[in-house]
């Protein structure tokens, strides 16, 4: 599965600051019958979003029209519980590009990257004035560059840098998935086997 390329995203975000939010938070898994990735947006944060008669709950930040953009930022240690890999696809269904946390379950990192979800791991200091910046002005916008691995706080101009696999980086930036990236390696790939002839 081929991914946008991503470089660099400018948006506003949905602020979700609930500490250790497992994979069952995020789609739960009474929705996972689902063959293909396509569909798993609507049932994001399921139990959270909507009531037992199926109304959106109000108080949830995803059904508050104050909040959009292509960016979630969740409390610490994001992702945990199974390893099931519906959870990036749900989030990346829902149209987010990237999540930022102070730490993220390794399954669930590498589910996202695997996923055209880019994973953005800062500090706690940094992700407290993310969340501040945001309940001071909900269309406050970040800045996630990949290619120099820094994240923004625009109105404000504070930065941190963060990590990333650097086999990663390059399929998100150019787009790839694992079959892809092979298949752009193939002239080399022949001519190393023909060298060994």
């Known amino acids: 599965m081929a ?11 949905v ?57 979630l930022v969740g409390g610490k240690n994001f992702g945990s519980g199974s390893s099931r890999e519906h959870a990036a696809w749900a989030i990346h269904d829902y149209g987010f590009k990237v999540v930022v946390s102070s730490f993220f379950a390794d399954i669930f990192k590498n589910n996202a990257l695997n996923n055209g ?11 407290a004035k993310i969340f501040e910046a945001i309940d001071q002005d909900a269309s406050a916008k970040l800045k996630v560059d990949l290619i120099n691995q820094e994240i923004t706080i625009v109105s404000s101009g504070e930065k941190e840098g963060f990590d990333i696999n650097s086999y990663k980086k390059e399929c998100l930036l150019n787009g790839y998935d694992d079959i892809d990236y092979l298949l ?12 060994r002839v």
């Open 117 to 127: 979800l880019l994973p953005v791991q800062i500090s706690d200091q940094f992700l």
């Open 3 to 13: 991914v946008d390329k991503f470089i660099t995203i400018e948006s506003t975000a």
């Open 15 to 71: 602020p979700l600051p609930i500490e250790n939010v497992d994979t069952d938070q995020i789609i739960p898994a009474r929705f996972l019958k689902a063959t293909t990735r396509d569909g798993f947006g609507e049932n994001l944060f399921r139990d959270w979003r909507y009531d037992k008669t199926d109304q959106p709950k109000t108080d949830f930040v995803l059904n508050q029209d104050k909040y959009s953009g292509t960016i």
């Open 184 to 195: 752009n390696k193939k002239d080399k790939i022949e001519q190393f086997e023909q060298s």
